[in-house]
């Protein structure tokens, strides 16, 4: 083992978060100055903004026209809540999941909505669960971007476009990184704190014409609060999809989420943002392919998140280690940098195997993350030499 020298460059902005993200490159809170602050948000300028929000939601994603978005509370799992417990129960449903995100919507819909005859489709972290045989006649949900696996899916090619059941997909860590294929999606879910870098608490809900019908043609058998409610009367409650929010929201993080908006098609709308996440990815892929003591949590190179890119600790002596103690020596590299300020926040997941977890969103630059890899190498070394 070599003593490798401390590096001499630093990340500009040390924040590698997997969420709340770093906010988008030169933010400062001038940002929010027009911000509708003290203002009702059913007034015109409350109203407005929200509709405002909707609408450059609409054209950076290239979501259909006969698609309807919505800002709900409760960031995306808010979301994806209110969209299993309003339509969910109509067929049967199969549940996929291959991350702690897609285990929590398995038991939200076997242990609280209590649905018989569930299947359920799971894989270990680092793998796709078999997509091949889905029932479509079902209702199918699945999380297209595992945010504490890394693991992906490559693209939609396997939901069948004659699909009878609706898809349910939380997309919060692929929603303008990610190339989404919307006729693919009934219903669709993100917070904003993610790719866009911009703050906690909303989520949005983006509805096909499939799921509207659902929403306009079933009820559910088990009571709906308030806040989850989406129809009046049999019909879709269009205020909702128009600016019309449920319940309050921040018009500061209204304000943030515009600005981040604005940003967006400054870079050059989606695709200029996937180039941005791609580009950041790269780095991170180089420089695991050169490393020998770190490796992707995600087997498959196709399935790997250019998000939330996942990593395991693959030097021999340690993974000769116990469970406790892999987890411990990854957490003295987070640590470590932690303390340098080089790096905050990329320890893995709770739930996660042992090792690191980087954003590598829109918002954060790549000469920042060129600048961490060497972080890495050299916390790697002093905790090895300790």
Request: net charge negative; aromatic share 10%.
């Amino acid at each position: 083992m070599t003593d490798i020298l401390k590096p001499a460059t630093r990340p500009e902005n040390p924040r590698f978060s997997s969420g709340p993200c770093a906010k988008r490159p030169n933010w400062s809170p001038d940002s929010l100055k027009d911000a509708a602050l003290g203002r009702s948000h059913r007034a015109k300028i409350g109203k407005s903004k929200l509709k405002k929000a909707i609408d450059y939601t609409h054209e950076i994603l290239g979501v259909p026209d006969d698609y309807v978005i919505g800002i709900v509370p409760g960031s995306d799992t808010g979301a994806f809540e209110m969209a299993m417990w309003t339509m969910l129960g109509a067929r049967g449903v199969t549940m996929l999941s291959w991350e702690s995100f897609g285990a929590g919507w398995v038991s939200d819909v076997t242990k609280q909505l209590k649905l018989e005859g569930v299947s359920i489709i799971d894989a270990d972290y680092g793998d796709l669960p078999d997509l091949s045989n889905i029932n479509f006649d079902d209702d199918v949900c699945f999380t297209w971007n595992g945010t504490t696996s890394g693991v992906r899916v490559p693209n939609a090619d396997w939901i069948k476009s004659d699909r009878s059941g609706l898809t349910f997909c939380d997309a919060t860590s692929a929603a303008f990184a990610q190339d989404l294929e919307w006729d693919k999606l009934d219903v669709t879910t993100y917070s904003w704190q993610k790719v866009l870098g911009g703050e906690g608490g909303h989520g949005m809900l983006i509805l096909s014409p499939r799921a509207i019908e659902r929403l306009e043609t079933y009820t559910p058998a088990w009571p709906l609060p308030k806040i989850f409610r989406l129809t009046k009367g049999g019909k879709l409650i269009s205020g909702i999809f128009e600016g019309a929010t449920i319940n309050t929201p921040s018009m500061l993080c209204v304000e943030d989420y515009l600005d981040a908006l604005a940003w967006s098609r400054d870079v050059g709308g989606l695709n200029g943002l996937m180039k941005r996440v791609d580009d950041n990815f790269a780095v991170l892929n180089d420089w695991v392919e050169k490393t020998a003591w770190i490796e992707f949590l995600a087997k498959a190179p196709e399935t790997r998140s250019n998000t939330s890119v996942c990593l395991v600790i693959s030097d021999p002596e340690v993974v000769a280690l116990n469970e406790d103690a892999q987890i411990a020596f990854a957490k003295k590299i987070v640590s470590l940098l932690d303390k340098e300020e080089v790096a905050f926040d990329i320890g893995a997941y709770r739930d996660a195997p042992a090792g690191l977890r980087i954003w590598a969103g829109a918002t954060v630059e790549t000469s920042d993350l060129k600048a961490l890899t060497e972080w890495l190498d050299w916390a790697f070394d002093q905790v090895k030499i300790a």
